[in-house]
C-alpha cells in the first residue's frame, strides 16, 4: 500500500465532551494506521479487539524498555529493564522472573490479604467519617489504600509505611519535575534493596521473604521486582478507585443498581475496568523483523502502540461498548493487557477493587459528589488515566 501523509496520524488524547469515553477519532481510522509519536517518530496504532491481541501475543513484538515510544513521559526513562524489571524484558528473561514471582502470588496469599484489605479499607473509611464531609477521596482512599496492600505484599515494616507511601506518592506525581520523580524512584531502589537484605536475617510471610528463600535471585533482582510490584500496582489501582467511584457517582442508574445489589460487584469491577481501561495509552511494543499485519507491513524497529481502551469498545467485539452496563458481562476484556505480559497482580488488583467500592457504598449510602462533575480535574495527560482529586460529600 502506497503512504501518504494523510494516512499518518497523532496520537489522539482529545477526549471531548465525553471524558469517560476514549477520542471519538480513533473509531474514525483503520484498525491498524500510521501513527506519528509527539517527537516525530512515526510508527503504528492499533485499535481493534483482534489485532491488539494478535499483536499482544506475538514473539515478534518486543517489550524492552530500551525501544519502547510512549506519546507521554514515563518514569523511569526508557532504558535497558533493570535485572528483575521484567515487564520491560523479552523470552527468555522475562518467563524465568516472571515465573519465580508467580510462585509467589499463590492463592492462600492472596486469601491472607482479604482480611487486611478489609481492614485497611474499613480504617480508611473510620478516617474519612472523622474529617466529615467533603473530603477528598483520591487522598482519603483510592491513593493510600493500594500503597498499604503493597507495603503487606513486600513486608514493608509498619514504622517504614509512612514514608514508603510519601515516597510513592512522589514518584507517581508526575507533575512534579522529572528530577524528583527520578530521585523518588532511586531512592526507593536503595530502601527496597536494604528491605530485602534484612529479610536474610529477619524472613517474614511475605513476597520478598519469599523470593529471598527461594535463593534464585541476586538481591538486586528481587529489589528490582518489589519496586515493579509498587510501580504496576499502585497507580493503576488507586486510579480505577478514584475514576471508579467518580463514573458510579455520574451514573445513577448503574449505581442504584449496583446498591440495591451488591453481589453484582464482581461483575461490577469487571465492566468498569473495561469501560474505562485506566492505562489509555495503550502497551507499547516494538517489532524485531518485519511483520505483516492487516494487509499492511510493519518494519523491524517501528514502534506499535496498542490501545487498550479503543479495543475495550470495538463494537466488533463487545455489544453497546460505549454503554456502561454493570450487569452485562464483559468477558474477554484487554484492561489488564493479553499475552505473556498480561497483568500478573490482576487478581490483587480485583480483591481491591471489590472491596474498595462494596465498603464505600455500604458505609456511605448517600455518597455524592461535593462539585460539579464538571469541576473534577482528570488525568488526561498521565500515563495512567483517572482523577487528580475527588470532592466528595454524604
Ligand atoms: C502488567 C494493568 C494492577 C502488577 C500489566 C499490564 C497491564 C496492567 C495493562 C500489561 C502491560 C504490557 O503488556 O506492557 C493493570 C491495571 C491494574 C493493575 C489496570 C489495576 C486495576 C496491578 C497490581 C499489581 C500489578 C495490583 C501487583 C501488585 C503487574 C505486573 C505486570 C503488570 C508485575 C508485568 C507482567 C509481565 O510483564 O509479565 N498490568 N495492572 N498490576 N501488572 Fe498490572
Redesign the pocket.
Known amino acids: 500500500m502506497t503512504e501518504t501523509l494523510s494516512d499518518i496520524y497523532d496520537f489522539p488524547t482529545d477526549r471531548g465532551d465525553t471524558p469517560l469515553d476514549p477520542p471519538a477519532e480513533l473509531f474514525d481510522r483503520p484498525p491498524l494506521s500510521r501513527l506519528q509519536y509527539p517527537d516525530g517518530d512515526t510508527g503504528w496504532l492499533v485499535t481493534s479487539h483482534s489485532l491488539a491481541r494478535a499483536v ?1 501475543a506475538d514473539p515478534r513484538f518486543s ?1 524492552r524498555a530500551e525501544f519502547r515510544k510512549s506519546p507521554i513521559r514515563v518514569i523511569p526513562d526508557p532504558q535497558p529493564a533493570k535485572p528483575g524489571m ?4 523479552d523470552p527468555p528473561d ?1 518467563g524465568r522472573y ?1 515465573k519465580l ?1 508467580t510462585g509467589q502470588f499463590t492463592v492462600r496469599r492472596m486469601n491472607q490479604l482479604i482480611p487486611r484489605i478489609e481492614e485497611i479499607t474499613a480504617a480508611h473509611v473510620e478516617s474519612m467519617r472523622q474529617a466529615g464531609p467533603p473530603v477528598d477521596l483520591v487522598q482519603a482512599f483510592a491513593l493510600p489504600i ?1 500503597s498499604l ?2 507495603c503487606e ?1 513486600l513486608g514493608v515494616p509498619a514504622t517504614d509505611r509512612a514514608y514508603f507511601q510519601r515516597e510513592s506518592a512522589n514518584l507517581l506525581r508526575l507533575d512534579s519535575p522529572p528530577e524528583e520523580a527520578r530521585r523518588a524512584f532511586e531512592d526507593l531502589e536503595s530502601y527496597l534493596l536494604g528491605l530485602v537484605v534484612s529479610k536474610h536475617g529477619q524472613p517474614g510471610d511475605d513476597m520478598l521473604s519469599g523470593l529471598v528463600a527461594d535463593g534464585e535471585l541476586t538481591d538486586e533482582e528481587v529489589a528490582n521486582m518489589g519496586l ?2 509498587l510501580i ?3 497507580e ?2 488507586a ?2 478507585l478514584g475514576l471508579g467511584t467518580f463514573t458510579l457517582l455520574t451514573n445513577p442508574d448503574q449505581l442504584t443498581a449496583l446498591r440495591s445489589d451488591p453481589s453484582l460487584a464482581e461483575n461490577a469491577v469487571e465492566e468498569l ?1 473495561r469501560f474505562l ?3 489509555h495509552f495503550g ?3 516494538t517489532a524485531l523483523e518485519d511483520v505483516e499485519l492487516d494487509g499492511r507491513l510493519i518494519k523491524a524497529g517501528d514502534p506499535v502502540s496498542i490501545h ?1 481502551p479503543a479495543a475495550n469498545r470495538d463494537p466488533m467485539r463487545f455489544v453497546d461498548p460505549e454503554r456502561l452496563n454493570l450487569a452485562g458481562t464483559p468477558a474477554g476484556h ?13 487478581q ?2 480485583r480483591i ?2 471489590r472491596i474498595g467500592f462494596t465498603a464505600l457504598l455500604r458505609e456511605f449510602p448517600t455518597l455524592r459528589l461535593a462539585v460539579d462533575p464538571d469541576d473534577v480535574p482528570l488525568r488526561d495527560d498521565m500515563a495512567i488515566f483517572g482523577v487528580h482529586k475527588l470532592p466528595v460529600a454524604w
Open positions: 499482544l517489550s521484567f515487564i520491560a524484558l522475562h516472571r514471582l493500594p496492600v503493597i505484599l515493579l510490584l504496576a500496582g499502585h493503576t489501582t486510579n480505577m475496568l481501561t485506566i492505562v502497551a507499547a511494543r487498550l484487554v484492561a489488564f493487557g493479553h499475552g505473556i505480559h498480561q497483568c500478573l497482580g490482576q490483587l488488583a481491591e477493587m
